[in-house]
């Protein structure tokens, strides 16, 4: 079956554009994630969705950054007037079960490489 | 809060060669432990996790990992590497109440003819 799709693959804008970044999770998946990770680095923890409700925006840096999942599937992270700083792979996630399956296994997609120029 | 670390950020190993990927983390509280595997342009692919009981875990690939509680570690092994096994490992801790998933930096295992 179809896995964690991300679009684009690639992204490249200049500093001060706006950036929406497409998370489309497993037929099904109740939970959703969204991750940073940067070169040479490991996934960093962005937010946290549990079906349409947004249940952890703990890791998200600041407030130029905002995520919807609004009928509990398709996702958006949004960046606005991104910095050169948020050059970066994001990346999603998504579980068959909720929060309190602590167990539950991710499955993540490939990935949206940004680069702000 | 937990937290994780990756000992090696680069392991080269020759063919057939054994390989120990070695990981430690920190948490006050009851923790999950994850090893992905990236390939290169895909994503994280889950190789094992522990959740409880037998420390010795074995996961895809020919992987397996030690889970010991009184060294924190979780170190990664294969008794014998092939030179499709050459990605990026990454550990990772969750608390067994929640859902965040802290990962480590990674190490980049490179394995050669």
């Known amino acids: 079956g179809a896995g964690v799709s991300q679009s684009p693959r690639y992204k490249v804008t200049k500093r001060g554009q706006d950036v929406a970044l497409r998370c489309d999770p497993i037929?099904?998946?109740?939970?959703l994630y969204w991750y940073r990770q940067a070169l040479g680095q490991g996934p960093e923890f962005l937010t946290y969705?549990?079906?349409?409700?947004?249940?952890?925006k703990s890791g998200l840096p600041n407030d130029r950054f905002s995520a919807e999942r609004p009928e509990g599937s398709i996702s958006t992270l949004t960046i606005q007037r991104t910095e050169q700083r948020d050059s970066a792979m994001y990346r999603c996630?998504?579980?068959?079960?909720?929060?309190?399956?602590?167990?539950?296994?991710?499955?993540f997609g490939p990935g949206t490489r940004l680069t702000v120029l | 809060a937990q937290s994780v670390t990756q000992l090696d950020s680069q392991v080269p190993v020759f063919e057939e060669a054994p390989v120990e990927l070695r990981c430690n983390y920190s948490?006050?509280?009851?923790?999950?432990l994850f090893w992905y595997v990236q390939y290169p342009n895909q994503g994280l692919q889950l190789l094992l996790k522990?959740?409880?009981?037998?420390?010795l875990v074995k996961g895809i690939n020919g992987f397996e990992a030690e889970f010991n509680k009184s060294q924190t570690s979780f170190h990664l092994r294969k008794p014998s590497v092939h030179i499709s096994d050459t990605a990026e490992y990454f550990c990772?801790?969750?608390?067994?109440?929640?859902?965040?998933?802290?990962f480590g930096a990674g190490t980049r295992l490179f394995v050669k003819a």
């Open positions: 990772a801790v969750r608390n067994t109440g929640g859902f965040k998933t802290i």
């Open positions: 969705f549990n079906y349409e409700a947004q249940q952890d």
């Open positions: 037929s099904g998946h109740v939970s």
């Open positions: 948490s006050s509280v009851s923790v999950y």
């Open positions: 522990y959740l409880s009981g037998s420390t």
């Open positions: 996630a998504s579980s068959p079960t909720g929060r309190l399956a602590g167990d539950n296994e991710q499955f």
